[in-house]
């Protein structure tokens, strides 16, 4: 009787194991099919100078230019790469290039 039981006991832990990894595997797959798609821009579509103004930043002439494509912090050090700058100070009458995206 006591045997009996051990071996119940065992098949239910079996049975528990294998439910607990398919629930797992299935997690695992729902997470691959539900996350957003990345959206990349490879080539830019076209190049944009603009020159900057008194009070003008970095920050918001990248979200004048930006199509919410990309997180607009990737866009603005996107365009520091591109122009070489060091940092995002920017002069009034600087001319900066911006990549446009699709």
Not at 13 to 18: D, E, K, L, P, S
Not at 41 to 48: I, K, M, Q, R, T
Not at 80 to 100: A, M, T
């Amino acid at each position: 009787m006591i045997l009996q039981r051990k071996i119940v006991f065992k098949a239910r832990r079996q049975n528990i194991a294998a439910i607990c990894c398919l629930l797992f595997v299935f997690l695992v797959i729902f997470c691959q099919i539900m996350k957003p798609l990345k959206t990349e821009a490879h080539e830019p579509l076209n190049y944009v100078t603009v020159v900057v103004k008194k009070g003008d930043s970095l920050w918001k002439i990248a979200e004048k230019y930006d199509n919410n494509k990309m997180d607009l912090r990737q866009y603005i050090y996107i365009i520091e790469k591109y122009n070489h700058l060091d940092n995002s100070v920017l002069q009034p009458g600087q001319r900066i290039i911006l990549p446009v995206y699709e």
